[in-house]
């Protein structure tokens, strides 16, 4: 199979588990990858010497951590693939993923962006067969597999996923200032069905997932806390700005939110911290009009 495919993995301070995928990865530059791009997120735990083990890849190193849709829109600028394909650190690649995927966007002109069906790694259970979001903005995963068609369509893809590199020259790309890290894969997912394409999972493609995400929070720390909070406001405005769905955010997602966050922290001791920045983060959303937000964007 001719090459087709640019690979851009964002990584953060992860040196153990890039290693493990740059193994899978590096072989299939004399096959089906046309180049790795790694975007180093001002890692401090060795990862530049990982990525000196393998002198073909790209590397890039932010002085900063940006998050991660950033990180995908610098190495995405620098890919010369057919199509792109952003793979988190940690993953683990079955078999021919990676060239079922690209297959899978020669064949459907209509699709844009294509994922796999993504395992956890721990027990081979399905995490995510497709990302949905309801008219009230709830999240959810598919994890339905055993149907008689080989794909459906989906809403957005999460974590790892393919996309044609002709959108990035038609003006697509990930909106980094509003949503820096969550919220961002949804928003993508958007903006292709917007530019009038399909956002698809394919059931012949599968993906491992190393880290088991459970529960209404994920990757707790004060960074991501005060985005999960400040991204879903943005997201709000952006897609849903109506008085039915601010009215249930106030009466019903948010008091369930903030009492799930002081249940899920109850046992660490920045508890007080993270909920303060859940509720800053919130407030934060809240102040920011929808004008300033897009003035905000022309000006990147």
């Known amino acids: 199979m001719s090459k087709r495919v640019s690979i851009v993995i964002p990584t953060r301070n992860r040196c153990h588990m890039l290693m493990r995928l740059l193994e899978q990865l590096v072989p299939l530059l004399d096959s089906e990858i046309e180049e790795i791009v790694v975007v180093d997120n001002a890692s401090s735990d060795g990862t530049s010497d990982v990525v000196a083990q393998f002198p073909n890849v790209i590397y890039l190193r932010n002085e900063e951590n940006v998050l991660s849709a950033k990180a995908r829109q610098q190495g995405w600028d620098v890919s010369t693939g057919k199509y792109v394909c952003f793979i988190d650190d940690d993953n683990i690649i079955e078999g021919q993923a990676l060239s079922i995927l690209a297959d899978f966007l020669d064949e459907n002109e209509r699709v844009a962006l294509v994922g796999p069906v993504q395992r956890r790694w721990s027990d081979g259970s399905v ?174």
């Open 127 to 300: 995490w995510c067969a497709g990302g949905r979001i309801n008219r009230f903005l709830v999240v959810s995963y598919d994890r339905e597999t055993t149907v008689s068609v080989k794909s459906k369509v989906v809403d957005f893809q999460p974590n790892v996923f393919m996309t044609r590199n002709e959108l990035r020259r038609s003006g697509v790309s990930f909106d980094w200032r509003r949503f820096p890290h969550n919220w961002s894969e949804a928003d993508f997912g958007n903006k292709i069905r917007q530019a009038g394409y399909q956002v698809v999972t394919c059931y012949d493609s599968t993906i491992y997932h190393d880290i088991d995400y459970s529960g209404y929070f994920t990757r707790i720390n004060p960074t991501n806390i005060f985005d999960q909070a400040q991204s879903r406001i943005v997201y709000r405005k952006t897609y849903h700005n109506d008085a039915v769905t601010w009215m249930l955010f106030a009466l019903i997602v948010l008091p369930v939110s903030v009492v799930a966050l002081i249940f899920t922290t109850r046992t660490r001791d920045d508890r007080k911290k993270l909920i303060v920045l859940y509720l800053k983060g919130t407030l934060c959303g809240l102040i920011t009009s929808s004008k300033s937000l897009d003035e905000e964007v022309s000006t990147v």
